[in-house]
């Protein structure tokens, strides 16, 4: 996951299945009974929050575009979420398989279709409109 500048406990993304550089990806996430969200949401009937299935699938579709070499450097922000819809909830155990498509791109900003599976069961889809930034300056950061 070198290529995203995520990082734990904020990468969301454990393993990438299939790549098409600027076209499509499918990458996993296996939700652990441990990830930290699950101490506050919701004790005693854990259920991921559809915010980071959202992160989840921004993640995946993060590495199709950064994988094009012409974007090496660059960082995807979020955009805007549209047609956002949580259809069954996810679970600790659950592996969540995160399949994003890239409809768009044209000066930096870019169109992505998302879906979350478990297993063949849809449990959210969005769509995901990102703009592509120069990555901050080391010192710029400290």
Same mark, same amino acid.
């Given at each position: 996951?070198? @290529? @995203? *500048?995520? #990082?734990?406990?904020? /990468?969301? @993304?454990?393993?990438?299945?299939?790549?098409?550089?600027?076209?499509?990806? =499918?990458? $996993?996430?296996?939700? %652990?009974?441990?990830?930290?969200?699950?101490?506050?949401?919701?004790?005693?009937?854990? @259920?991921?929050?559809?915010?980071?299935?959202?992160?989840?699938?921004?993640?995946? !579709?993060? &590495?199709? =575009?950064? %994988?094009?070499? +012409?974007?090496?450097?660059?960082? *995807?922000?979020?955009?805007?979420?549209?047609?956002?819809?949580?259809?069954?909830?996810?679970?600790?155990?659950?592996?969540? #398989?995160?399949? $994003?498509?890239?409809?768009?791109?044209?000066?930096? /900003?870019?169109?992505?279709? !998302?879906?979350?599976?478990?297993?063949? +069961? /849809?449990?959210?889809?969005?769509?995901?409109?990102?703009?592509? &930034?120069?990555?901050?300056?080391?010192?710029?950061? #400290?």
């Amino acid at each position: 996951m070198e @290529i @995203i *500048p995520h #990082r734990h406990p904020f /990468l969301l @993304i454990d393993r990438v299945l299939e790549l098409e550089p600027g076209r499509r990806v =499918v990458a $996993v996430k296996n939700v %652990s009974v441990n990830e930290p969200v699950f101490q506050g949401h919701y004790p005693g009937n854990p @259920i991921f929050p559809g915010v980071l299935i959202l992160e989840a699938m921004a993640q995946a !579709g993060a &590495v199709a =575009v950064l %994988s094009q070499p +012409e974007f090496a450097g660059k960082v *995807p922000l979020f955009a805007g979420i549209d047609d956002a819809r949580f259809r069954r909830p996810v679970l600790p155990g659950d592996q969540l #398989r995160l399949e $994003v498509e890239l409809v768009a791109m044209r000066r930096g /900003l870019g169109v992505g279709k !998302g879906a979350a599976y478990v297993g063949d +069961e /849809l449990k959210a889809e969005a769509t995901l409109k990102f703009a592509l &930034v120069d990555a901050p300056r080391e010192e710029a950061v #400290r």
